[in-house]
């Protein structure tokens, strides 16, 4: 129905930036807000941020909303999240999700539907 795909990550050096990409497929017009969470290994996963199209509010993790911006293309279903300043605490498996209109908070996990599979990022010192 819908599917996501990820892309972008890497390997980069502390202090590097990075940009990641996702697309959504599918029936993508049902599609209310997309964002990007991130499980390292050992933890669970964790919300990073959020773009819901109907007006573009956007919401970010305390822990890295001065260092990342997640923007997008409405038409295309088509979000980018730019990390800046990496380092090595950033280092997790980057999952895009897309879920439809619900009354849950945005940085819930069960907010969303549908995933992708991942894109690895990795910051060495």
């Known amino acids: 129905q819908v599917r996501l795909g990820e892309s972008g990550g890497g390997l980069v050096q502390t202090g590097d930036s990075l940009r990641l990409s996702c697309s959504a497929s599918?029936?993508?017009?049902?599609?209310?807000?997309m964002g990007w969470f991130r499980q390292a290994p050992g933890k669970e996963r964790e919300f990073v941020a959020v773009?819901?199209?109907?007006?573009?509010?956007?919401l970010y993790a305390d822990s890295v909303k001065d260092r990342v911006t997640i923007t997008g293309d409405n038409a295309k279903k088509t979000v980018y999240l730019q990390l800046e300043s990496l380092r090595s605490e950033d280092t997790a498996v980057y999952f895009c999700?897309?879920?439809?209109?619900?009354?849950?908070?945005?940085?819930?996990?069960?907010?969303?539907?549908?995933w992708g599979q991942g894109t690895q990022v990795t910051v060495s010192p």
């Open positions: 773009i819901v199209w109907d007006g573009g509010n956007t």
């Open positions: 999700a897309a879920g439809l209109k619900t009354l849950r908070s945005y940085r819930q996990r069960v907010a969303y539907q549908y």
């Open positions: 599918g029936r993508t017009v049902s599609i209310n807000h």
